[in-house]
């Protein structure tokens, strides 16, 4: 089925080459020359990866340290008990506790941006997976969420700083957030970059063939731009 896009994204169409292949620089300077949106449009990664979702030994999935951030404040969340809740407070975790934030979550409220837990509370919190799963905001060791005490100081400074989590979804698609139209331009290839590394680091040794299979960028509402997979050094 043919999506059918407004006046507005055809236009943008029209200000660059469809067919062609950019390198991360130039398509970086491309998507904001095509956004049209009045917000601060966020910038996008899209990759179709070349691995089979129905096997458990090519599941991709991780996490990405932006260097320069998201461009907005992220919330961190924190269920923890004793000692490592202190610590997430004096961390500067935005929400931190046990019984009494699982039962506030397992009403409904989930407005925070990222979840964590420590080990010892993975069996008590298991019951907010209807709400937190639906969500991508349920604590996994996978997605580097479930945190050692003596590591929650650092992974609460990296969320805050711009930690990103990828995953594949049904349909061989990996879809991340990288920054905003208004970055520098260099900060966003930079972020991009960040990320296209950090998926390539997370190769499951069970993938055959080309790994990354396509790359395209975008804003929010803007068209997408493929990239170059040659100047990307991607396998």
């Known amino acids: 089925m043919t999506v059918k896009h407004g006046k507005k994204y055809t236009e943008a169409e029209k200000l660059f080459d469809t ?18 949106a009045k917000f601060d449009e966020s910038v996008e990664l899209h990759l179709r990866m070349g691995v ?7 599941q991709v999935r991780g996490v990405a340290l932006l260097p320069h951030g998201l461009g907005k404040q992220v919330r961190v969340l924190v269920f923890a008990q004793g000692e490592a809740e202190r ?39 298991s019951k907010l997976g209807k709400v937190l799963g639906r ?5 996994n060791p996978k997605a580097g969420t479930v945190v050692q005490p003596s590591d929650l100081a650092r992974t609460i400074e990296e969320a805050r700083k711009g930690r990103v989590e990828f995953k594949l979804d049904k349909t061989n698609l990996i879809h991340v957030v990288a ?30 063939g080309q790994f990354i299979k396509s790359a395209t960028i975008s804003t929010s509402m803007g068209p997408g731009i493929k990239l170059d997979l040659k100047s990307l050094n991607v396998t």
């Open 179 to 208: 920054g905003k139209k208004s970055f520098d331009d260099q900060k966003l290839v930079d972020n991009l970059a960040a990320v296209i590394e950090a998926v390539e680091k997370a190769k499951p040794t069970g993938a055959k």
């Open 52 to 58: 089979d979702i129905r096997n458990a030994n090519q």
């Open 135 to 139: 969500k991508g905001l349920m604590p």
């Open 19 to 36: 067919n062609k292949d950019f390198e991360l620089a130039e398509a970086v300077l491309t998507a904001k020359k095509t956004a049209f």
């Open 87 to 125: 610590s997430a407070r004096d961390s500067g975790a935005d929400f931190v506790g046990n019984e009494d934030l699982i039962k506030k979550v397992e009403e409904g409220w989930t407005e925070f941006d990222i979840a964590m837990a420590t080990p010892d509370m993975m069996s008590k919190i």
